[in-house]
Structures are given as C-alpha cells and as structure tokens.
C-alpha cells in the first residue's frame, strides 16, 4: 500500500488532520482466495459479558444491562493496545466477524495483524439479552430499509452521493442470497434512542475498566456512546476510530431526494456528540447551556449545513487526550454530514484526522463499507493510521 501522508499544512492549521495518499491498492477481488486468509493461531479466545446487574422482582432474580463480549487474542500479539468494535443499528458483534458474501471480517484482519480484538452486542441485542420490562418497546430494521440505505441506495436516490455506490457484493435485489443474507443479520434493539446510549456508555466503561488500555473503534450509531466512554476513561481509550459515526451534531437529517435532498430531523443528540452528558470547559449543568447555531450556507452543495457552537466555543478536554479517526465512504448516506462532526470536534479543541475514502481512491462505498467488495482495502487505511497514531514504543 503506499504511503498514507496524514498531516498537511492546510489540515494543520485548521485544526482538521486529512488523509491523502499516493499509488493507492486497487479494489481487492470479490471473494477472497484461500491464500488470503492463511489460517492463524490464537492464544486464547472465548466470551465474556459486563456489566450486568441483577433484579429481583416476585422472588425470581435475573440479569439486566450487560453486554455480551468475544474476544480473539492472537498468539502474536505485535500490538499493545487491543481494539474493541463496537456495532452499530439494527445489527450485532457479527458486523466485524464476517460479510454478508462469505468472507472474513474486520476482527479476523486485525488478529492477522497481531490485534487482540473484542466485539460486542450492545445490551438488550443479540447475545445480551433483552427483557422488555426493563427496556421498554424493540424495534427491528426491514429488507425496505436496507435497500433504501445499502443495498440498493443508488436506485432510491435519497443523498446526492447515493448514485456513486458501486461496492455491493451481490445484486442488491430483495430475493438475492446475499441481501437475504445481510436482512437475516438485523436484530431487534431498544426503540429509546437516549436509554441506549446510557447503557451502552455504562457498559463500555465497565469493559475498559476489565480489559485496560485499548482502542475504541465505533460504527454508525455507536458514536454516540463513544465520546462519552472515552470522555469519562480517557486514560484507558488510547484512540477512537469513528467509521461514520452517528451524526450530525444535535439534529437528525431525514433525506428526501431531489432536488433539496435534506430535510432537518429531531433533536437527538442534545450534547452536540451525545445525548449523554460531556464535560465541556468551561462546565455546563445541562444541555441547554450549549449555545448553537446552524450555518447559512454549507461548505458544498451536496453538503448538508452544520449546527456549531456560537462564539465563544466551549471546549471537550478529555477528547483532546486520545487520537481520534473520523472515516467517511463515498457514497454513504454519512457523506453529505460526517463534516459536521469533524468540525463540531475541532471548534471544541480537537484535532481528529478525517480521512474520506474517496480521496484515496477507494470509491463507491457505502455505509457499512466493512461488509463490501473492497473491506480490506478500509480495513488496511485503518491499520496504517493507528501505525502512525499509536506508534509501538521502542
């Protein structure tokens, strides 16, 4: 792979570090050879599940609000640093562990790479239970949406970038093996957008707090329960890598397609980042002592307008100590907003590297890009930005 440069001077000054990169690798083939993927050792591997507590209610006791997780250690562990992956929407751990098509995952790449990896089911899905006593109303995520976001967006049009995905591994149509595939991998989960992220935060932490320094990898929604982890064990997340994470900043964008594309959705992330409680300095008691305005113009046309902070901005200390990646598709429904958190991050005083896919000549992606044909070529731009931004110590 060639050289990932990071750090330009324009980025610099901006607060912004942007990937570019020359002689990039073309798309990898779609199904990997046995060649490929070698078989590997492991150490150790098994399951585990935190933070759980018990309810006793007519005499019968049970266990609530823990959160499954498997772990792979490599017999070769070359990293100091584990990587926990954490899902996001309507899906389970099973984001990371294969593709739709067949193929390996993420976490089997970076065992390859000599990663300890961790994945999780968020509480109250999949392998973590779920007691609707205690979460109240599930949803579940169907074939229509699929398509509408992955599948077959380019069809649906809903985003200016919709028509450029070109990375799905099968046809996209409803009756094909590997959409029936990918629908089969929806799950229920918690209709409480705000009850999850507190959960999710509460057992994130208790997970950092077992297994130590790590590195926090987030997809899609769980963003949102990132920031807070990090924020409050910002001596245990040595770095977050943030694959379009939920956004943008305060207001949800509901997508209409042509020709104005973006409609302003409800408020669902009152912290800016979270609907979990940040520190902000100087402090704030509650959300609305954040002052925010969103921007009169957008910085492109495709580009949806940001809400920011109005002057002077309130700073995020604790996400100023780690390393943060935010990575954006082409294609993806994320591609119009993922600026908006990079730049919500860096009014607070942080320095995130955002690295867009396309700029490095990875085209056509979308959302869940770690379940498409090129998956190891973004698994790769990954790996090479945590070798430069968790450097091993001599």
Known sequence: MG???IATAAGIASGVIVATALGY???????????DDPPYTLLHDGFFYVGGTTKTVDG???VVNQMYVEFRIPAQQTHPYPIVMV????????????TPDGREGWAQYFVRRGYAVYVVDQPGRARSGYSAED???SRVADMESGQRRYLQQEKYNLWPQAHLHTQWPGSGAPDDPISIQMVSNYVPEIEDFTKQQFLNR????????KIGPAVLMAHSQAGAFAWPVADVRPQLVKAIIGVEPNGPPFYEVNFTGPPSYFRQGKLALPYGLSAVPLTYSPPIKDSGELTIAQEEKPDAADLVRCWMQSAPARQLPNLQKMPIMVLTSEASYHAPYDHCTVKYLVQAGVKPTHIKLADLGIRGNSHVMMNEKNSKDIAAVIAEWLDQALPAKE
Do not use: I
Not at 25 to 35: D, F, K, V
């Open 3 to 5: 050289q990932l440069h």
């Open 25 to 35: 690798l073309t798309a990898m083939p779609n199904s990997a050879r046995a060649e």
């Open 60 to 62: 019968h006791t049970r």
């Open 87 to 98: 899902h996001g929407g309507t899906r389970s751990g099973t984001t990371y562990t294969g």
């Open 135 to 137: 979460y109240g109303p």
């Open 202 to 209: 509460d057992a994130l932490v208790a997970l950092f707090d």
